[in-house]
């Protein structure tokens, strides 16, 4: 049975936050073809064998108009059943007109105040008829891939990933505070850091390398997607900003302190590997998109404690 999944969301870490969905079905009916607005879905997961296909798409999703368009792109693929992991009109109805036969999508009148986790759940064990479906799955990736890695580091140092970048400005912890912690951590351990960091923040990665009294360091910013997820599979814990490596990492078994600033829980709900860490007066319940909390409410000092209290 063809089976594909849409995901309508552009981050990556909103698409891998799905993945555990993505292989339940899989699980049921065979490799999936993954169909999504995400760019670099298809490389980060080139190593998955519940995945058969990503496609990306960038047009026929934003106008009612483009219905037909999609239709006629859906028809192309010849599925037998599709999961729209979304309440979208028009892709429910551009699925149905064209020659799927079985069409399953989030209800499409509720769209306000959606829990990615909650929905995703509920809408899988639905469709598939099932009342255990797991939040948590297994990212795949090749071992010799993490292997490769690990050849060229001493293998003594207790590897963390420093995840300095994010999708907005709102939620970055700030790279002082990124570059204290580090030699707070070099002046009381053995340590290698891997700096995430995206292509458009080689400023961020720069000033806080510039500042690090070690030599013990790689910063990934020129990297690509299929060459960083090695990296952060190879780690011992990530320590950062909410970005995609966080589900990466979680999904490998790695413990992932989270520094929440404008971020719901619901992104960091699905899995026991998380830890947030957030200012102590706030609650979490109540930080969300907009939240815009100052980043040194939440000090150095106390992720340094996160880090050591995780680290065993």
Not at 129 to 136: D, R
Not at 257 to 269: C, G, M, N, Q
Request: glycine share 4%; aromatic share 12%; with cysteine.
């Amino acid at each position: 049975m063809k089976t594909c999944i849409y995901l309508s969301y552009k981050g990556l870490g909103a698409n891998l936050l799905h993945l555990a969905y993505c292989h339940e079905i899989a699980r049921k009916y065979g490799p999936v073809t993954i169909i999504t607005l995400c760019g670099n879905l298809g490389a980060a997961l080139m190593d998955d064998p519940l995945i058969k296909k990503v496609i990306f798409i960038n047009k026929y999703h934003k106008r009612f108009i483009d219905i037909l368009k999609l239709k006629d792109l859906l028809n192309t693929f010849s599925f037998d059943q599709i999961f729209i992991f979304y309440p979208s009109i028009r892709i429910y109805f551009a699925s149905v007109l064209s020659n799927i036969k079985k069409v399953f999508c989030y209800p499409l009148l509720k769209r306000n105040k959606l829990h990615l986790v909650d929905a995703a759940k509920k809408f899988t064990e639905k469709s598939l008829g099932i009342t255990n479906s797991s939040t948590e799955t297994n990212f795949f990736i090749k071992e010799n891939k993490i292997q490769n890695i690990s050849n060229n580091l001493d293998n003594k140092k207790f590897r963390i990933v420093i995840a300095a970048g994010s999708s907005g400005p709102t939620t970055k912890w700030g790279a002082k505070n990124f570059y204290d912690l580090i030699n707070k951590l070099n002046n009381n351990g053995d340590y290698y850091f891997f700096i995430l960091c995206g292509p458009d923040d080689k400023n961020l990665s720069d000033e806080i390398t510039n500042n690090i009294n070690n030599d013990n360091y790689v910063s990934l910013y020129n990297k690509k997607i299929e060459e960083v997820i090695p990296f952060l599979c190879s780690a011992n814990m990530y320590v950062g900003n909410d970005s995609f490596g966080s589900h990466i990492t979680a999904q490998s078994g790695i413990k992932s302190l989270v520094i929440l600033l404008d971020s719901p829980k619901a992104y960091t709900d699905y899995s026991k590997n998380y830890y947030r860490i957030f200012p102590e007066d706030v609650k979490i319940e109540n930080i969300t998109h907009g939240s815009n909390l100052n980043p040194d409410d939440v000090s150095v000092e106390k992720v340094y404690q996160e880090i050591l209290n995780n680290k065993f």
